[in-house]
């Protein structure tokens, strides 16, 4: 059975910085796209960034510019840097992967990310 796991959420202050991590349990085929979501209280969960196997990133307008999206050596793990975070950016974070071979997108369980004023 194929788990995507979040580590890294937290609390935090405004202007500070958290890395979050995403690895997979499982088989599973490369993932061609991995992302990161968020979720607020009473919220939509929304795009936070995404990256493709061949490299290609995409950040929503409130990432750009403080968060970076990467991917790492080990098959289907990723990471988010986020700097210069504000309690704006209080959410439950999930990664993402989707491969299309498998024709399947899995979910991790989240990170709480708590960022205090």
């Known amino acids: 059975q194929v788990q995507l796991v979040e580590s890294g959420g937290g609390l935090v202050q405004a202007g500070g910085s958290l890395r979050l991590s995403c690895g997979t349990s499982?088989?599973?085929?490369?993932?061609?796209?991995m992302a990161w979501y968020r979720q607020a209280p009473g919220k939509q969960r929304e795009l936070v960034a995404t990256?493709?196997?061949?490299?290609?990133?995409n950040y929503s307008d409130s990432a750009k510019g403080r968060f970076t999206i990467s991917r790492g050596n080990a098959k289907n793990t990723v990471y988010l840097q986020m700097n210069s975070l504000s309690p704006e950016d209080t959410a439950v974070y999930y990664c993402y992967g989707y491969s299309v071979n498998d024709r399947r997108a899995y979910w991790g369980q989240g990170t709480q990310v708590t960022v205090s004023s």
């Open positions: 990256i493709t196997s061949g490299g290609i990133l």
């Open positions: 499982g088989s599973t085929s490369n993932f061609n796209v």
